[in-house]
T-cell receptor
Framework: GIQVEQSPPDLILQEGANSTLRCNFS?????LQWFHQNPWGQLINLFY???GTKQNGRLSATTVATERYSLLYISSSQTTDSGVYFC????????????FGKGTKLTVNP | AAGVIQSPRHLIKEKRETATLKCYPI?????VYWYQQGPGQDPQFLIS???????DKGSIPDRFSAQQFSDYHSELNMSSLELGDSALYFC?????????????FGQGTRLTVV
């Protein structure tokens, strides 16, 4: 099955810093989503981005499907950005189920 | 906007008991997925349904079963519970199997087996 690798596994920032999270995947995809899992366990949709670039406030994401990677940018980080960020993909020609990476655990300190 | 509704939010069961988790997808979403997330792990796919028929199956134990009903809600039934079944169980829904679509997750049911 498809492999999804996220880096870095852990990231500690001071409030106000910027960061880039990476997601590599091993096969062509027809769906790629970024999620934020908050400390209460809720999975929050950040981006649906199988290709291209999107921005939402301080967050933006870029997926280069031909090179099989996606990047999530967080600017001016806030303590509320803390949590685990997951990348999840669904493969072309397969079922629509999402396969998750191991996640990046982000801690933003005040 | 309506979201995926899961119930109960928390559940405590003893070993060997049975549990039933319910999921109400977003209206007009015809695909439902179930995921299991152990402590410190990423969500793992269990099973999915499209138009009330099972469409895919992952690492779901034989002790677990699921179905989707005529009103599109889904239930995950878990029998002979084991300590290792303690996890966060998510349901997700997406609107159209035939197109590239976005999945939305419920808030999860936290199951604790004691």
């Amino acid at each position: 099955g498809i492999q999804v690798e996220q880096s870095p596994p852990d990231l500690i920032l001071q409030e106000g810093a910027n960061s880039t999270l990476r997601c590599n995947f091993s096969d062509s995809v027809n769906n790629l989503q970024w999620f934020h899992q908050n400390p209460w366990g809720q999975l929050i949709n950040l981006f649906y981005i199988p290709s291209g670039t999107k921005q939402n406030g301080r967050l933006s994401a870029t997926t280069v499907a031909t090179e099989r990677y996606s990047l999530l940018y967080i600017s001016s980080s806030q303590t509320t950005d803390s949590g685990v960020y997951f990348c999840a993909v669904a493969t072309q020609g397969g079922s629509e189920k999402l396969v998750f990476g191991k996640g990046t655990k982000l801690t933003v300190n005040p | 906007a309506a979201g995926v509704i899961q119930s109960p939010r928390h559940l405590i069961k003893e070993k060997r008991e049975t549990a039933t988790l319910k999921c109400y997808p977003i209206p007009r979403h015809d695909t439902v997925y179930w995921y299991q997330q152990g402590p410190g792990q990423d969500p793992q796919f269990l099973i999915s349904f499209y138009e009330k028929m099972q469409s895919d199956k992952g690492s779901i134990p034989d002790r677990f079963s699921a179905q989707q009903f005529s009103d599109y809600h889904s239930e995950l039934n878990m029998s002979s519970l084991e300590l290792g079944d303690s996890a966060l169980y998510f349901c997700a829904s997406s609107p159209d199997r035939g197109h590239i679509t976005e999945a939305f997750f419920g808030q999860g049911t936290r199951l604790t087996v004691v």
